[in-house]
């Protein structure tokens, strides 16, 4: 069998897994739909006003080089180099390119980039879209985050964006266009920020079920070490972790979690996380992943300005209405609905992790051969605590890895950087000769 390992998509978590395996003496190749390896979704943003959502200092690539990202800043944008700052996030694509550009070139015999997008694994072999195949003994599918899964296909992407991540997906809107957007998240503040820096004018009215906004960084919060975390069952755990709310803060209690999130997740019975995810993870998510100061205080102008306004409720119908929409939508508490009219409605519900839903040919072939299934959750690929894909049999796979964000039923931090790099270096132990 070929000794590659092949690892199947090429955003940040595929691309510096990539450099660490070659880095550590393993033939890697890399497979890419794009053409610009390094970026993913979030570091392919052309827009200096979407700041990463973590502080630089925290930001480095590797585990073991801590500063490895400020000292690259120093070199290239000493104006950035702020271990506290917050850079933006294609300067920060700059780096992940640098690295594997890097990788590439000290370790050429080792490292391969394959433009080409994966439809099918066999016997391993990758199978890629033009019919060539990719021996490797070792897989690790990296596909990043899933676009939204909100909208029905046949509605009218002039009127509903239903990824407006999609290339040129904001260009329909005009300046003085009025907005409904589903989804309350991180997704909505880059898209808000992107409506403007392209000079929309107009007003904006967000639906989410709870109505519940990222919050802030404090800038002036100092760093802080993890604690020990008692057992118990979550209600328990959750009891106390309110009482460390009250004493020290939010932010400071989120900070200290950190670092454990990931076992304490894997601690959590299967109905205590069905539990988390009904009733908590909304107020998870908004606490624990914050924006960066500046972003916070333009979202906060545009609400003063009734721009932007925030409402807790749920979708109900989309109707098209003389070229423009009719949002039937009803508020949290209500019985009764409310109409608004829209030039543009846009979803911005965050990905769309259900895997039988999946627009991606590969994840829907290993489902339908049985190489793989989706987490009893429906949060990404059932996946054990090694990272090893799990099939339809309930058999932990000795040759497909999963890393980022398919794997968050397994990890449920991995997706951002701080611990992705963690699963990188686990991983690259696993996979590395020797």
């Known amino acids: 069998m070929n000794d590659r390992v092949a690892i199947i998509g090429g955003g940040f978590s595929g691309a510096m897994l990539a450099a660490r395996l070659a880095e550590s003496g393993a033939d890697v190749a890399l497979i890419e739909r794009g053409d610009r390896p390094g970026l993913g979704v979030a570091y392919s943003t052309p827009f200096a006003s979407h700041l990463l959502n973590v502080r630089s200092g925290r930001m480095s690539a590797r585990a073991d080089q801590p500063r490895d990202f400020v000292d690259w800043l120093e070199e290239t944008h000493p104006e950035l180099a702020d271990p506290e700052g917050f850079a933006p996030r294609q300067v920060y694509g700059e780096y992940v390119r640098s690295r594997l550009a890097t990788a590439q070139a000290k370790h050429a015999d080792r490292l391969q980039i394959v433009r080409g997008e994966a439809k099918g694994l066999d016997d391993g072999e990758v199978i890629l879209a033009d019919g060539s195949r990719l021996a490797a003994r070792a897989v690790v599918l990296a596909t990043g985050n899933p676009p939204p899964r909100t909208a029905r296909p046949g509605q009218d992407p002039n009127l509903i964006i239903a990824d407006p991540w999609a290339p040129g997906a904001l260009d329909v809107v005009r300046p003085s266009d009025e907005v409904v957007i589903v989804g309350s998240g991180l997704t909505m503040i880059d898209v808000m920020l992107m409506l403007e820096d392209r000079g929309w004018l107009g007003r904006a009215l967000v639906i989410s079920r709870r109505g519940l906004m990222p919050r802030p960084h404090d800038a002036n919060q100092p760093r802080v070490e993890p604690r020990a975390v008692a057992p118990g069952p979550l209600s328990t755990r ?5 009482r460390h709310v009250r004493a020290e803060g939010w932010g400071v209690t989120m900070d200290r979690l950190r670092s454990l999130n990931a076992r304490l997740w894997g601690e959590l019975t299967g109905a205590e996380r069905s539990r988390f995810i009904r009733h908590l993870r909304p107020w998870w998510d908004v606490h624990r992943h914050r924006i960066a100061p500046e972003p916070a205080r333009r979202i906060e102008a545009l ?3 009734d721009r932007l306004v925030v409402r807790a409720g749920r979708l109900e119908t989309v109707e098209a209405r003389r070229g423009g929409l009719e949002v039937r939508w009803r508020p949290r508490g209500h019985t009764a609905s409310q109409t608004r ?13 259900d895997p039988t839903r999946s ?3 590969l994840t829907r072939a290993l489902i339908a051969e049985g190489l ?7 949060l990404g690929l059932d996946v054990d605590a090694e990272g090893r894909l799990i099939d339809a049999r309930g058999r932990a796979s000795d040759r497909i890895f999963v890393l980022g964000p398919p794997a968050l039923a397994a990890f449920w931090e991995t997706v951002a950087v701080p611990d992705i790099r963690e699963r990188i270096e686990d991983l690259t132990a696993q996979l590395t000769p020797g």
């Open 359 to 361: 627009a991606e040919p």
């Open 341 to 353: 009219p829209a030039d543009r409605l846009i979803d911005c519900t965050g990905p769309g992790h």
């Open 238 to 242: 959750l009891a106390t972790e309110r």
């Open 372 to 378: 793989a299934r989706p987490d009893p959750l429906r």
């Open 303 to 305: 609400m003063a300005e």
